[in-house]
């Protein structure tokens, strides 16, 4: 078991060529907390990410 601890943060993407130009925007988790727990439980391992 994996535990991260950190500020969890969302991204907002685009598939705009620029942001000028962008409409409508997808959300992901962000932040290195959040990063790390996600890929961790990708391979298979229990992950707990912790927001302070």
Known sequence: ???S???VLI???TESDALYNATVFRKFFGGSPANIAINIARQG???ICYQL
């Open 5 to 7: 601890i950190g500020e």
């Open 45 to 47: 391992s229990i992950a």
């Open 11 to 13: 991204d907002m993407i």
């Open 1 to 3: 078991m994996f535990l």
